[in-house]
């Protein structure tokens, strides 16, 4: 299970953090993807189960961390310098494999999404 929160309104410029609480899986590779108003999803932060290894979308990348914490089975989603394009529904994800994968497509297990609204 993939339970997503932490969503909200904020201005430009603010900060977020969300949070995945995972449950019932191991050895998957997890990530977050997002889905703005009438868009695609969109693949934006994964993380390897071990917890070493990250990668970001072209439009993630120097602004959010993808982090986890296993002693809470959580993974994190630290979002700074969010700007009015972020505006979407985030969601957890996992997936089979251990290779990177920018592929929404790839991943099988999904949380609820999470609402972040920036207003500029």
């Known amino acids: 299970q993939l339970q997503a929160s932490g969503g909200g309104s904020v201005q430009a410029g603010d900060s977020l953090r969300l949070s995945c609480a995972v449950s019932g899986f191991s050895n998957l590779g997890l990530g977050w993807i997002r889905q703005a108003p009438g868009k695609e999803r969109e693949f934006v932060a994964g993380i390897n189960w071990g917890g070493d290894s990250t990668y970001y979308a072209d439009s993630a990348k120097g602004r959010f961390t993808i982090s986890r914490d296993y002693a809470k089975n959580t993974v994190y989603l630290q979002m700074n310098g969010l700007r009015p394009e972020d505006t979407a529904v985030y969601y957890c994800?996992?997936?089979?494999?251990?290779?990177?994968?920018?592929?929404?497509?790839?991943?099988?297990?999904w949380g609820q999404g999470t609402l972040v609204t920036v207003s500029s």
């Open positions: 994800a996992a997936r089979l494999g251990y290779s990177r994968t920018y592929d929404w497509t790839r991943y099988t297990y």
